[in-house]
């Protein structure tokens, strides 16, 4: 079966902080890896989508890796702000329609001043 | 500016009504889904449409249902509410062929608290 496992489950850190979330995969075969944020009470939207090829992506502070070989993708965020208190998601990819995604339960962050 | 919205916001019922929630978009999207959201899960796919006509069930569809009219709209009816039913709902969307390559990215509605009593 499918898996996607994030940790941690929550994180608190002190803004200006930089800070890593993890994913871990068991999805076969993989398409792609999609990090979301999900802000309180909004719905998640995309930071980043790392292909099989891509090692490293970045969009502003937020930096994803992925290794395909030991299927792990990672999210750095780098001094931290006060609105990166969010759930991120890890959303992997399997060949082919809409339920070939598999969602990870989510990292909650909370930056504190 | 396109977008995907959802209606209501929030919504209180009783068990065993029927509750319809609506979700529309604007992007011109071939692809509609929705999505339930409880602590301790991650999203679960409930139904999802291809276009118009089309839909398909996913992985928690018993109790819901789904009818694709027209590419803007795909409203989720809950036939006989349960207490079971009570969480976050989310409608999405998503452009291109849904097998695509890169797995098209899906843009999210803001949710929908159902709470049924």
């Known amino acids: 079966k499918n898996q996607v496992e994030q940790s941690p489950q929550s994180l608190i850190i002190l803004e200006g902080k930089n800070c890593t979330l993890q994913?871990?995969?068991?999805?076969?075969?993989?398409?792609?890896l999609r990090w979301y944020k999900q802000d309180t009470g909004r719905g998640p939207v995309s930071l980043t989508i790392?292909?099989?090829?891509?090692n490293t992506k970045s969009n502003g502070r937020y930096t994803a890796t992925l290794d395909a070989d030991t299927k792990q993708s990672s999210l750095h965020i780098t001094a931290s702000q006060l609105s990166d208190s969010a759930s991120y998601i890890c959303?992997?990819?399997?060949?082919?329609?809409?339920?070939?995604?598999?969602f990870g339960k989510g990292t909650h962050l909370i930056i504190q001043p | 500016d396109a977008e995907i919205t959802q209606s209501p916001r929030h919504k209180i019922t009783e068990t065993g009504r029927q509750v319809t929630l609506a979700c529309h978009q604007t992007?011109?999207?071939?692809?509609m889904f929705w999505y339930r959201q409880d602590l301790g899960h991650g999203l679960r796919l409930i139904h999802y449409?291809?276009?118009?006509?089309?839909?398909n069930k996913g992985e928690v569809s018993d109790g819901y249902s789904v009818s694709r009219s027209n590419t803007e709209d795909l409203p989720l009816t809950l036939e006989s509410a349960a207490s079971s039913q009570t969480s976050v709902y989310f409608c999405?969307?998503?452009?291109?062929?849904?097998?695509?390559?890169?797995?098209?990215?899906?843009?999210f509605g803001p949710g929908t608290r159902l709470t049924v009593l």
């Open positions: 999405a969307s998503s452009g291109g062929l849904a097998g695509g390559p890169l797995g098209n990215e899906q843009f």
């Open positions: 994913c871990n995969y068991t999805v076969s075969p993989f398409s792609n």
């Open positions: 790392m292909t099989f090829s891509e």
């Open positions: 959303v992997v990819r399997a060949g082919g329609g809409a339920d070939g995604l598999t």
């Open positions: 992007w011109n999207h071939n692809n």
């Open positions: 449409s291809y276009g118009v006509q089309d839909t």
